[in-house]
């Protein structure tokens, strides 16, 4: 839908992330505009929990396109961290799901509906705090109950919104965050293929370190049936807050990164290995189309950079 930059915002002398939508797509799909907007909204909403990525602003630049100004993240996605190899520990995939989970749960009780749950829109942060991305498709659920619009990943989608029948729920963002912890608790995911819910194999017989609650919680999150799924997000982080008592360790997962303007290497997380943010990320952009950011107070520093893969 558009790029993501890195500026700073001169008044408060802070790193800000800019996002705007893509020049070819402005005026062709009036559609781009609006999706950014709700995007806003719902990020306005959901913002003032520290696993949601925080907005600060709405700006329009000359030429009146508009830009969500968020919080600038340094970190990875669980799904970069995967396709480098990854393998997170039992109690690291189920740290990180938690923490989306509530996140889920504080987005869910303000009435928003992500919808695209999934590995490339949950970041950790270099400090290790895990943000949830990415509500480019989100949508207030009353505004759901009459849609027919269909947004999401395939791959992570409930069966309901997959056949159609919904455009989205609760009971979705759940089917696809307990999706999410499975592939990163069995370093697969459930079905072999879109539409066929007929999972690969139990969860412990993928990983023997998987206990018989926790085992449990991730078939009742998966149940293609929304009736039957775990009734809450704040339910399902409760559940996985049991599992998380058994450690007396409080210890914080971090990452390494290197940049390409320099080497900051935090303390390594598990071993990953150090890769330039830029081309882990894989996102190349326009200087062009920054320029007349900087005629606002968010000025761009030395070139546009990705901020963060929610694209």
């Known amino acids: ?22 020049c070819d797509r402005l005026g062709k799909n009036r559609l781009a505009l609006e999706a ?30 508009s830009c969500i100004v968020m919080e600038y993240l340094e970190g990875l996605t669980v799904d970069v961290m995967m396709r480098h190899r990854h393998e997170f520990t039992l109690k ?18 303000k009435g928003i509906v992500h919808r695209d749950i999934k590995p490339a829109n949950v970041m950790l942060r270099s400090d290790g705090l895990v943000k949830l991305l ?4 989100a949508r207030p659920v009353d505004q759901l109950r009459d849609s027919e619009e269909i947004a999401g990943t395939l791959l992570f989608m409930a069966p309901e919104m997959a056949r159609g029948e ?30 066929d819910y007929d999972l690969v194999g139990p969860p412990r017989a993928l990983n023997t370190e998987i206990p018989e609650r926790l085992e449990s919680t991730l078939l009742r999150g998966l149940d293609p049936e929304p009736r039957r799924r775990i009734a809450t997000a ?13 450690y007396n360790s409080a210890d914080t997962l971090l990452l390494c ?16 290995e150090r890769v330039k943010l830029s081309e882990a990320l894989g996102i190349s952009v326009d200087p062009a189309m920054f320029a007349q950011v900087g005629e606002t107070e968010y000025q761009p520093l030395g070139g546009p950079r990705a901020a963060h893969p929610s694209l």
């Open 257 to 272: 990164v290197e940049d390409s303007a320099e080497e900051a290497c935090l303390p390594n997380f598990a071993g990953i």
């Open 1 to 22: 839908m558009g790029y993501v930059y890195e500026a700073r915002q001169e008044s408060l002398d802070r790193r800000v992330a800019i996002k705007m939508i893509r």
């Open 92 to 109: 690291e995939s189920v740290r990180i799901a938690r923490d989306v989970a509530r996140a889920v749960a504080y987005t869910h009780a």
């Open 134 to 137: 990415d509500f480019g498709v």
């Open 166 to 195: 919904t455009s989205g729920d609760f009971a979705s963002d759940i089917f696809s965050l307990s999706v999410l912890l499975f592939a990163m608790a069995t370093k697969r995911l459930p079905f072999v293929k879109p539409m």
């Open 36 to 65: 950014l907007l709700s995007e806003a909204k719902a990020l306005a909403r959901a913002s003032a929990h520290p696993n949601v990525a925080q907005i600060h602003d709405i700006v329009r630049d000359a030429h009146g396109r």
């Open 234 to 246: 704040e339910k399902l982080a409760d559940e996985l807050d049991l599992f998380l008592d058994q």
